[in-house]
């Protein structure tokens, strides 16, 4: 019997040699052989049956049982929608079948080359000029209408709080889930500085910034030692203590009635009354009284402000501050130890985001002429921080991009009514399943030796709060 | 052998005293640095080497004793003096895990370390904004320093390169060419060589050599007894937080306690004594 193990009680097998085997013993195959390459197709069927039966449980209580009042008036009795389910799961099993078979049947991916990346960065040296170019034509272009320049001002103004709320998480790294809070003080420092006081547009719009920044630092002291998810609570918190203060505070605020008749801005002491008459733009200009006007004056208004917001933002990246805020968002401990204040300059991030904020809130109030605390909901926040991440975090075009596809696709899905939020999600989640980083995720150094060369997104840091 | 009385030392530590809740990691320990010297502060793991870092960089406020600097602006008590104080009054570190900017040029890595002084001529931001005053001349003379410590690191030709990407040894290099950009009078290295190899330990050695003699005085945790000895002017030996011995690399070589300490008590002859192993 030699060759062959012999098994016996208690024994251990053994080979030829009479070497114990490890594999037999442990019941290893002594040769890993690779497992058969599954055949895609039955793979991919399999896969998309567990999906099939997962969209089953989901959906036979919520689209298969439906409770309806009686016909009598009487109760309730329950309907059941079996062809509808049978629908839905029949279109998830062909979707992840698709979806399957495309997988496994495409070249394999390409690693993002050297050529690929520069020509990528060509492209994008390109996409901010034309970017700037269509906004400044924007009110000329032939077929623009009332309706388009009023998205132009709504996504501009979104763009503005995105590069606002950049500085303080893509730049800084610090996670602020009440930005909004900044744009209600801004907004509501012009409604009540303007209608109690009677100052004109131009001279609150910096005191509106001032106010913001004045509580941004407030919010900053008792939040500096915060990181991470705690400092996104107390900010979260922030937002919303500001919000219900403006409701409750009746008899400064207005409470839930908000202020309305806030004076309109005038250009260089010209107003936009719609009836013309003397000292109105249009019969300064000798044009015919238009209310489409004002709407050109907001909206460049608003894109000056927000081109302000890229300037200041983009000198700052290139100063000592700058470097500082993306030095802390990297690593605090090692700012520490080469002697920043990091107080100090967690304190300017959020003073000059905030500041941002309220120039923002300032322009809001004074295009429409009302603002009540239903405009400053948590919701605002949340869309602006979106803007930033899909955005990516610290990259100014991207951030404008994000505004445009998010404010602008929001609108752009309109005629698909109830079905708009689910458009509006998958497109998020499309954008960070394809980006994760954000659409531009590489970050360019603020100084170089020689040429500039872009940071892979990888290597920048997201913050720790 | 103690330390040379005649100059004052750079830095002086008085029975420092750490205590984090029951323990006690460092107790009552004294040493001094001598200005312009390299000294070692070394021990087994667990000694209370760092945290005798932390306390002397601000990271940590010592439960008890003094801690000392005699920098450019005369004597200044670390132990009650912020953090960031800290660093200005010229104590530069690195970390025992490199702590670097990975987002950040190598270039960039060396300005941050010169914030304060570039802040300064910004004239609180604004003027920098606005592209006004001394800014440019600042900015390039910070410049000019960050290229100097390239230069003595061997860096110059990743300045560009994101810090993050550097292999490990320039990284290590890098937090001490960042750290000298502070413009210190006492440098902390806290385990400069480790991970390092043989050909990149003695090159980091002579960088610490040229450090110190360009003035600044050093201060380095190590475990490389190679190293250590090869370059210490001077050696304090922690063991359980307590400071056991304090001389010249010979005398440490030769201490008993020092020895019972690396080897633990008992059959000494079986182990190599870590003389040995710094011999080698």
Known sequence: MSGVAVPHEGGVPHNDDGVPDPGEMTGIPRTAAPPPPRPPLAHALRDAGIAALVALGLFIPLVGLRTDVGPSGGGLFIRTRWTDVAIIVGLVFAGRLALNLWESLRPERRAPTARRTALLGRIGLLVAPVLLGFAIALPFLPGTSRYVLDLGILVLTYVMLGWGLNIVVGLAGLLDLGYVAFYAVGAYSYALLSTTVGLSFWICLPLAGLLAAFWGVLLGFPVLRLRGDYLAIVTLAFGEIIRVVLINWVSLTGGPNGISGIPRPSFFGLSFSAGGGPGSFSDFFGLEPSPTHRVVFLYYLILALALLTNWVTLRLRRQPLGRAWEALREDEIACRALGINVTNTKLTAFAIGAMFGGFAGAFFATRQAFVSPESFTFIESAIILAIVVLGGLGSQLGVALAALIMIGGFEAFRDLEEWRMLAFGAAMVVIMVWRPRGMVSTRTPSISLGKRKSISGDLVGEGHG | ?280
């Open chain 2, 1 to 280: 052998m103690s330390t040379p009385i005649l100059p004052t030392p750079i830095l002086e530590v008085r029975d420092l005293v750490m205590r984090f809740g029951g323990l006690t990691a460092v107790d009552r320990v004294s040493f001094e640095a001598a200005r312009g010297e390299i000294t070692a502060v070394i021990g087994p793991n667990g000694a209370g080497k760092t945290t005798v870092f932390n306390l002397i960089t601000g990271f940590y406020t010592p439960s008890a004793g003094e801690i000392l600097l005699h920098g450019r602006d005369g004597q200044r008590p670390l132990h009650a003096t912020p953090g960031h104080r800290i660093a200005q009054a010229g104590v530069a570190r690195t970390f025992q895990n490199i702590r670097l900017f990975p987002g950040m040029t190598v270039l960039e890595n060396l300005l941050v370390a010169q914030h304060n002084r570039l802040q300064a001529a910004t004239g609180f931001g604004i003027a920098a904004v606005l592209g006004l005053g001394g800014y440019r001349a600042a900015e390039r003379e910070a410049v000019e320093r960050a290229k100097h410590w390239l230069e003595a690191t061997r860096l110059l030709d990743r300045a560009d390169d994101a810090a993050g990407s550097l292999p490990y040894g320039a990284q290590r290099r890098l937090e001490i060419a960042r750290a000298m950009c502070t413009d210190p009078v006492l440098l902390c290295l806290d385990e400069p060589a480790a991970g390092l190899n043989p050909r990149e330990s003695e090159e980091l050695a002579e960088l610490i050599r040229l450090i110190r003699t360009g003035g600044c005085s050093i201060l380095l945790i190590e475990h490389d007894m190679g190293v250590v000895m090869n370059i210490s002017d001077h050696i304090v030996v922690l063991d359980h937080g307590k400071k056991i011995a304090d001389g010249i690399p010979a005398a440490i070589r030769a201490d008993e306690k020092v020895i019972a300490a690396y080897l633990g008590t008992g059959d000494d002859d079986e182990a190599p004594s870590p003389a040995v192993e710094g011999a080698a």
